[in-house]
């Protein structure tokens, strides 16, 4: 008799089992390609918020060291524009010298800050010294607290850009702007008094000088960091998209919560300002109060 055949299995893998193989590599592929492109999107946000982060420590820094040089003096001008987006006051910092000027360096500086046409935030240094320079003058003497300065001896009599045709603080062109932070498309500017209220203009005189019973400055700042505006095409609508804030009432808004209200509402704040709701939610909104030395 003839012992039974054995028969033996094929060692390969069977249809069924490559595919199932296949369909699982590939479920790991995509959770893995997920999981990458999450991290990827996380560390890039990140990474836009510290760089608005920076530019706002630099903004808050440079301006915190320009107001504590302010000289605690009553004749010295301060001029906040009529868009809130621009001030400008006397400082012993650093400024841009002339080149008739035959003084080795400035020991005071006509500083102001400002957003440009470009939805860029610049910082204006003009070197000068104390001698012959326009400090407040009144006609009536002695002076009152009621007394207007003469318009020559104001900031905004005084100063004119460097081809003579319009303010320096205003759109003009000035050789002593430099680009101070190109992320910063909206400014503004606010007082807090000694009695705790708020105003966009404190209570000026001759006596107590430009800044009147004013004892902080608050600054507020909206940044777009440079990678957002590279998709938000156009810009001119930016600073307009952000509401005016209301510092009036018993209960007054500061401009941080207020913009920060609108911002949060990427879509409607994308609408307003004609830019892609994804720019639209990398908007960063930074506040911060200054004291202010009275003389």
């Known amino acids: 008799m003839r012992p039974p055949t054995i028969q033996r299995r094929s060692s390969g893998f069977t249809l069924i089992e490559i595919l199932v193989a296949t369909a699982v590599l590939i479920i790991l592929v995509t959770m893995v390609a997920s999981i990458v492109q999450s991290g990827n999107t996380v560390i890039s946000s990140s990474r836009k918020h510290l760089s608005a982060d920076s530019e706002a420590r630099e903004v808050f820094g440079q301006f915190g060291m320009d107001l504590a040089r302010m000289p605690r003096r009553t004749d010295l001008d301060v001029l906040t524009s009529s868009s809130n987006n621009a001030i400008f006051f006397y400082s012993e910092a650093p400024g841009f010298q002339t080149a008739s000027d035959t003084h080795q360096y400035n020991n005071l500086s006509l500083v102001g800050y400002r957003v440009n046409d470009k939805a860029q935030l610049e910082r204006l240094g003009k070197g000068l010294n104390w001698e012959n320079q326009p400090f407040l003058t009144y006609a009536n003497q002695p002076v009152t607290t009621n007394s207007t300065p003469v318009n020559g001896s104001t900031i905004a009599g005084a100063w004119k850009d460097v081809v003579g045709t319009g303010p320096a603080y205003g759109d003009g ?17 606010c007082f807090q008094t000694t009695n705790g209220t708020y105003t966009k203009s404190p209570t000026a005189t001759a006596l107590t000088g430009p800044l009147g019973d004013a004892s902080a400055l608050i600054l507020t700042i909206a940044i777009l960091d440079e990678d957002s505006r590279k ?36 879509t409607k704040f994308a609408q307003d300002a004609d830019i892609p709701v994804a720019a639209a939610s990398r908007v960063r909104i930074y506040q911060r109060s200054f004291p202010l030395n009275t003389p």
């Open 173 to 189: 062109v000035d050789d002593n702007y430099h680009l101070l932070a190109e992320g910063v498309f909206r400014i503004f500017y």
């Open 231 to 266: 998709i938000a095409t156009n810009t001119s609508k930016l600073a307009s998209a952000l509401p005016e804030p209301d510092l009036s009432g018993p209960n007054p808004k500061l401009p941080a919560e207020a913009w920060q209200s609108a911002v949060d509402n990427a």
